[in-house]
Structure formats: C-alpha cells, structure tokens
T-cell receptor
Framework: ETGVTQTPRHLVMGMTNKKSLKCEQH?????MYWYKQSAKKPLELMFV???????ENNSVPSRFSPECPNSSHLFLHLHTLQPEDSALYLC??????????????FGPGTRLTVL | GENVEQHPSTLSVQEGDSAVIKCTYS??????FPWYKQELGKRPQLIID?????GEKKDQRIAVTLNKTAKHFSLHITETQPEDSAVYFC??????????????FGKGTKLSVIP
C-alpha cells in the first residue's frame, strides 16, 4: 500500500452503535488530519495531530473521539452519532508538522451513513 | 477565524476555452493558498499552490494569482480538456496558535468541460 489508506470505505451504523474509522499513511509524514465532507459544504477540519500530539480540535462534538497511537496511524472513534453526521470522512497527512502550510495527501475517505 | 468564499459554485465551459475560479479570504495574515481538484468519487489532490510572498505561479495550463491587498486569489485553467471536469477547492492557511497552522476551504466549484 502506498500513500494514505482508510478503512472501511463504507460504513452504515445505527445511532446507538460504536464504530471506529482507521487511517494509515505510508509517506513518513509528521502531521495527520481528519476532515468531514458534506454535500454543498466546505471541507471541515475536525482534528489535527502533529508528531502524535493533538494540536487542533475545531469544536467537534464529543461523540467523535480521535486517537493517534503513532505517526503512521490515526483513528476516529464514533459513538451515539446523529443522522446529520452522515458524510464522507477524509483523512490526510502532510510532511510539515506545523499543519496547513504544505501539501496535504488525502485518503479515499469513509462514506458514513447514520440511520 | 478565517472565512473563504469561492465563486462560482458551478462553471461550464467549452473544450479549449479558459476557466477562472475566484476565492476571497478574510484574514490578512493568511500565508498559504492551495488549490485541490476532486474528481467524482475520488480523493482531493493538490494541483497548485501559492505563498503570500509570490503574486503569480504557473504550471503548464494551470496558473494561480494572488492579490494580498484585495485578499483574493484565482485559479486559471487554459485550453480546458474533458479530464479537467471535477470539483475544485481553494483554501487559505492561517496560524492557529501553538506552532500550528490550519487550512480553511472554500465550498468548491464544479467545473464541467463540454466536448
């Protein structure tokens, strides 16, 4: 595998379920990101990890919980989601540990549907 | 916080014509302006970027211009081809504290190139 990979690619869950999204980057980058992409809305930054430390949390509801065990892996733990959380969740990574100052490489995304 | 406005939301051009997409940003401290292309069902990919110390940058058929005084930047695609059909996102980077930067994205422009 090369670049940024995400699993699963599609996920359907009920509002009471607990699930996790996984992201892995094979680029040796120092920063990783979670974005939410909804129809007709801009890409929304959710979380930023730089060198495995969380540096940004853009007022995301607590039902989303990120985890970065090492510089190559990023998780997004989901629990008691709402239907409006249905969206494409994109993971990205960049070389620069400072965040949004250079190219971000995106994964293919996880299409999440909350019933 | 930073606010990025992108226009138009949709754009149709004849093959061979030029396409221009414009973005404005609100924070004069923004210093990095990337453009991403997202084809249907695929991940966003960087096509060109510009930093605040440069007024124009060109890469083959693609160019970006930046007017810091007016706080706007534009993407120019010349000699458009059907494979240019995609959604294009602009973004602006702003220092968000604690040594980190954050990208704020526009809502996207759906470009259709008609053969």
């Amino acid at each position: 595998e090369t670049g940024v990979t995400q699993t699963p690619r599609h996920l359907v869950m009920g509002m009471t379920n607990k699930k996790s999204l996984k992201c892995e980057q094979h680029l040796g980058h120092n920063a990783m990101y979670w974005y939410k992409q909804s129809a007709k809305k801009p890409l929304e930054l959710m979380f930023v990890y730089s060198l495995e430390e969380r540096v940004e949390n853009n007022s995301v509801p607590s039902r989303f919980s990120p985890e970065c065990p090492n510089s190559s892996h990023l998780f997004l733990h989901l629990h008691t989601l709402q239907p409006e959380d249905s969206a494409l969740y994109l993971c990205a990574s960049s070389q620069d540990g400072a965040g949004g100052t250079d190219e971000q490489f995106f994964g293919p995304g996880t299409r999440l549907t909350v019933l | 916080g930073e606010n990025v406005e992108q226009h138009p939301s949709t754009l149709s051009v004849q093959e061979g014509d030029s396409a221009v997409i414009k973005c404005t940003y609100s924070d004069s401290a923004s210093n990095y302006f990337p453009w991403y292309k997202q084809e249907l069902g695929k991940r966003p990919q960087l096509i060109i970027d510009i930093r605040s110390n440069v007024g124009e940058k060109k890469d083959q058929r693609i160019a970006v211009t930046l007017n810091k005084t007016a706080k706007h930047f534009s993407l120019h695609i010349t000699e458009t081809q059907p494979e240019d059909s995609a959604v294009y996102f602009c973004a602006a980077s702003i220092y968000s504290g604690a040594g980190s930067y954050q990208l704020t994205f526009g809502k996207g422009t759906k470009l259709s190139v008609i053969p």
